[in-house]
């Protein structure tokens, strides 16, 4: 699903990552974890396409495309339609409901209206918000922003999601919950997840933890 080599980013002189290789296999739900500064957020963002490393020597593959080639035009295109995002804020938009922030990922792809708006329903549905389509953010629970959040990542029916501390902003039962979520989906629709978090619990659930430190990423640990 992902294969990255000798991704390196700099800031300045800082230097954040220093050639880190990963590899994430369909299915997989993985799980980053590592003390602040590591690079965590910065290997995610890069992965996720929203920048690129620093060398020209590196090689970034999702689902089998090679992303070092692609333009910014067509790497926007390829993250809209194949990458999910999860942030620990929900970015979600506040003039908009719950239906057409889901959506929205559809809509900018040029999907025909109702069609969007019916996955995005049955999406909805399925994370147990049907009840809260029509209504707008401010009119939402954290927990329940947090999973219009997820649905607005699975819209497109990504290859991979990528979540940055996604219980971050949550307390301990809808963090416990919204974990709970990602096993779901990933035993219902193989759905592919990888997830930098500081949250024990999350990473323990995982298939698998990669630990950063100082821009690199150590050995991985097996959770079943």
Do not use: W
């Not at 999860?86 to 506040?94: A, D, I, R, S």
């Not at 908009?96 to 209206?113: D, H, L, R, S, T």
């Not at 979540?163 to 629709?189: I, M, Y």
């Amino acid at each position: 699903m992902i294969v990255a080599r000798n991704i390196k980013k700099y800031f300045g002189n800082l230097e954040v990552l220093k050639g880190v290789d990963i590899e994430i296999s369909p299915g997989e739900i993985v799980s980053i974890v590592g003390p602040s500064g590591a690079g965590k957020s910065t290997l995610l963002h890069i992965i996720g396409t929203l920048m690129r490393p620093s060398n020209n020597d590196y090689m970034l593959k999702i689902n089998g495309t090679d992303l070092h080639k692609l333009s910014d035009k067509k790497l926007s295109v390829f993250r809209n339609k194949h990458i999910g995002f999860v942030f620990q804020f929900h970015h979600l938009l506040p003039e908009f409901n719950a239906m057409e922030n889901v959506a929205m990922p559809a809509y900018i792809a040029g999907q025909k209206k109702s069609t969007a708006d019916k996955r995005a329903l049955s999406l909805l549905t399925m994370l147990g918000l049907k009840q809260r389509a029509l209504h707008r953010p401010s009119e939402l629970s954290g927990g329940e922003q947090q999973r219009v959040a997820v649905a607005r990542a699975l819209m497109n029916r990504p290859a991979i999601v990528l979540a940055d501390e996604p219980s971050g902003n949550l307390d301990s039962q809808n963090a416990r919950h919204l974990h709970e979520l990602f096993l779901k989906l990933k035993d219902e629709t193989g759905q592919t997840f990888l997830i930098v978090t500081h949250n024990k619990e999350l990473a323990t659930m995982s298939d698998r933890i990669l630990r950063m430190q100082d821009g690199y990423v150590l050995q991985g640990e097996l959770n079943k």
